[in-house]
């Protein structure tokens, strides 16, 4: 048996009697994403990231229900891969990063729906503006690096009306429709190494 998998097995072994012990992972940013989609005049859609974000997770069972989640995104750090548009984005027409430099994520429940999926519920900050919001969740599973590092990966999805968050700026063009959509579709996904 590697030692790896004795790595694994030990950590799975622990997990399944966590009780009242808490086990601490905090996000791998290399192997880890925060993306965003958005309607252009109704016809397309245009996709964007933030590049700098931290998340951690609070474990208190073996299955992962009831943990706890927190995390903040650095806001001037979207970008859509235009250097216009994303200075327009910065600005105070949208996320106004000098105002507001962050968005911020914290769970209020972690809840376990079937084998492998969660519903996450919590508070989200977008622009000075808290609102509540529901993560659909999928846990990937665990494994052990080359390095010993126990891994948990965890895709999560959600979809907010951003004029709900003051994200209001919009033009209308020549057939009605809106320039940019009011719905931003949010998916998450986050690779989680155990602290030691």
Same mark, same amino acid.
């Given at each position: 048996?590697?030692?790896?998998? /004795?790595?694994? /097995? ?87 990063? /000098? ?98």
């Amino acid at each position: 048996m590697s030692n790896n998998t /004795e790595i694994l /097995e030990q950590s799975v072994a622990q997990q399944s009697s966590v009780g009242s012990k808490t086990v601490t992972w905090k996000t791998d940013p290399a192997h880890s994403n925060v993306q965003f989609s958005i309607r252009h005049m109704v016809i397309a859609e245009v996709t964007g990231k933030f590049k700098e974000f931290d998340a951690a997770l609070i474990q208190h069972s073996g299955d992962f229900s009831g943990s706890e989640i927190s995390a903040t995104i650095k806001a001037a750090s979207i970008t859509t891969e235009n250097a216009d548009r994303d200075k327009h984005l910065a600005s105070p027409d949208f996320f106004d990063v /000098e105002q507001y430099p962050e968005l911020s994520f914290v769970s209020r429940s972690f809840d376990k729906v079937d084998n492998d999926r969660y519903v996450v519920k919590g508070d989200l900050t977008i622009h000075g503006v808290t609102k509540p919001v529901e993560i659909r969740t999928i846990f990937f599973g665990q494994a052990v690096d080359p390095w010993g590092n126990l891994r948990a990966g965890f895709k999560g999805t959600t979809s907010i009306n951003r004029f709900d968050f003051g994200l209001q700026w919009n033009q209308t063009i020549e057939t009605g429709g809106l320039l940019v959509g009011k719905t931003a579709d949010i998916t998450l996904n986050l690779e989680f190494i155990r602290q030691k």
